[in-house]
């Protein structure tokens, strides 16, 4: 007898297979952890969030893994931190020019992961999955 489960307890196990797969490629070149391109696409891919805690705010990261990378990311000169002038124990995290092949890199993996994730929907329903997709998360975040 087969054991059949819900898509959506299996889907999240799917998602990092392939996610890894795609970015698997840019990690090796630059000697990358996986925390460590999150945070550089984070900062890349959200303007205006560029702190650690937006980070493990709205990515439900570890506060130690993300300063672990933010540190290996200074060391390496992809990010720099800067204090913010009205709240001192606020650090900015921001990309330097070392950081933009890296991340171009990254979104070129992020963009193909949507890519095989989205091969064969339409528009439509592409659209559809987008408005489900935010509704499920908005649930699961009030719900907590």
Known sequence: MAC???PLLTI?????RRYA??????????QLTGMEADVLLFLANNPGCDTASDMVTLCQ??????SKAVDHL????YITQQRDQQNRRKVHLLLTEEAKPVVKAGQA?????????????????????KRTLEVMIENAVKEE
């Open 12 to 16: 999240r196990a799917a998602l990092k």
């Open 61 to 66: 990261l570890t506060k130690s893994h993300v």
């Open 109 to 129: 993996a992020q963009k193909r992961f949507v890519d095989v994730l989205t091969r064969g929907l339409s528009d439509a329903d592409k659209a559809a999955m």
């Open 4 to 6: 059949v489960k819900h």
């Open 21 to 30: 797969h795609e970015m698997a490629e840019v990690l090796d070149k630059w």
């Open 74 to 77: 200074t060391e390496m000169g």
